[in-house]
């Protein structure tokens, strides 16, 4: 079964706005990491939390993790069209093991 | 990082044949991953694949339907056998950065299974 669960499933808004995006998690996590897909591309890595880390910032990309609620969000400010696609969290509970995916939140950004 | 090359990119196949897929890595690395994704769906791990031992399926998933090969530090290769309309997927090899548990993702391969 899938160990993230993502909300909203779909998400649109107007340019510029700020978009959030919630992942809830069931079991004990090293890290949480959140990728972005393109139109049914491959994944990019967007960003990754160690569960001792509550925040964390790269660019316009705002990453939460509150480990006692077992859940994270991803803000990102300003958006722009480009970030149009499906964004994903995914958890690991160590080591190099394949990461467990949520079932993502699409992203419509309206210019 | 690690640069990783699938193919093919898609393709469309009968049902009852077999279609094998690429991936190739442009380092060496110890663990690879191949997932699905069907259609809307979020990722599913399907197993893990150790250069020069077999590999490691998830619940849900048998070698004798997902054969997967890894020959050496940098390929490896997945086969979806017996084809029926519910192997329609997108098949995605990845890779980690051992360090951090970050995973990089080939382009996927676009299954439709008629």
């Known amino acids: 079964s899938q160990q993230g669960e993502e909300d909203p499933q779909a998400l649109s808004i107007q340019e510029g706005e700020n978009a959030t995006m919630n992942c809830s998690y069931k079991?004990?996590?090293?890290?949480l990491q959140w990728y972005r897909q393109n139109s049914g591309r491959g994944l990019v890595h967007l960003i990754l939390?160690?569960?001792?880390?509550r925040e964390k910032h790269s660019g316009r990309l705002r990453v939460t993790l509150d480990t006692s609620k077992k859940s994270s969000s991803l803000l990102i400010t300003a958006s722009r069209a480009a970030d149009t696609a499906s964004y994903f969290c995914a958890t690991t509970g160590g080591g190099a093991d394949g990461l467990t995916f949520g079932k993502g939140t699409h992203l419509i950004i309206q210019p | 990082s690690a640069v990783i090359s699938q193919k093919p990119s898609r393709d469309i196949c009968q049902r009852g044949t077999s279609l094998t897929i690429q991936c190739q890595v442009d380092?060496?690395?110890?663990?690879m991953f191949w997932y699905r994704q069907q259609p809307g769906q979020s990722l599913t791990l399907i197993a893990t694949?150790?250069?020069?031992?077999?590999?490691?399926?998830e619940s849900g998933f048998v070698i004798d339907k997902f054969p997967i090969s890894r020959p050496n530090l940098t390929f490896s290769t997945l086969t979806v056998s017996n084809m029926s309309p519910e192997d329609s997927s997108i098949y995605l090899c990845?890779?980690?950065?051992?360090?951090?548990?970050?995973?990089?993702f080939g382009e996927g391969s676009r299954l439709t299974v008629l």
């Open positions: 380092s060496q690395v110890t663990m």
């Open positions: 939390i160690r569960s001792n880390e």
């Open positions: 694949a150790n250069q020069g031992s077999e590999a490691t399926y």
């Open positions: 079991t004990s996590i090293n890290n």
């Open positions: 990845s890779t980690s950065a051992t360090n951090t548990g970050e995973l990089f």
